[in-house]
């Protein structure tokens, strides 16, 4: 839940209006608009969403279920989730999230995570020390409330640290989210932004983009680079090109049950290649990025902004 305060820092994400007042079931604001809030969570968004308020009150899926995760109901989910091999694997994210969060937790204030799916209690236990808010397009998964990353409901400069995995290539407009997060964090804040490079299309229809190290770089020209690093690399990206490409040769389910369930036997073991492979021009063909940006409040034009790459590639 949010507190109360923050209830009341808000603004309306379309017109930046600020709240008057916060009802148990509707927040109001400056001029004459007003959201449901929906068991204390209020329901951020604006006519120019692609999710509403109707869909988000009637539980209508979008993005990602509780059914597409539940391991308990569903012997399909159980198998793909807890027994298969995986095609890729992120071998250093426990560490870069917890060196991120002794760096953040040290510091404490606020964090914004957009699109928190099923980890808000794994988020609120990372950044303990912190006001940590949940967000997502749907509420089903225990977020603290909805927002679309297009249109921030927050000040300018309120946040300590954004933290964004695996959604900008939701977005239907990546360079205006990286406007708006960039807008919510504090000069001095910190920015940590998730994004693959190459992998299947997935959460259809709402699946847009791919973002080179450059792509997502220039994306944030108001912040300098304090870490990047390539999340799974170039043989676990072979091993889910090839385990797609099986379980795409036909549309027929029991087929592609059965290639889903070769192809991780098959292939997974070719993740465990970026051990020993992972080097600076891995970046030709990763399945993706974590880069922490520094907003420093700099504005970066042209070649300033792909200083990095050159310095990958002497």
Known sequence: MIADAILQSLIHPKTKASVTAVDTDRIRFADGHSIPMMQGRPILLSEDSLFTIEGVLQNEATTQEATFIDTQGSIKNYLRKRVLPSLAK????????????????????????????????????????????????HLGLGADCVIDAHEIPFPNAFFDLVFAAQVLEHTINPWKVAQEVQRVTKIGGRIQMEVPQNYPYHGQPYDFFRFTFTGLRVLFEQCSIEKVSITESNAAMVGVTLGNYLMNLSAQKHYRRGALFLSRFMFGWLKYLDRFTLHQRSVSFPKGYAFTFLRDGEVRKGATLLEEYYALTP
């Not at 510091?107 to 988020?123: A, F, P």
Request: neutral net charge; charged residues 25%; glycine residues 8%.
């Open 90 to 137: 992120d071998f250093h994210i426990e560490k870069r999230y917890r060196e991120l969060a002794q760096t953040v937790n040290a510091q404490g204030g606020r964090v914004l995570v957009i699109g928190s799916g099923d980890k808000v209690t794994y988020y609120k236990n990372l950044f303990h020390a912190c006001e940590v808010i949940c967000s997502d397009v």
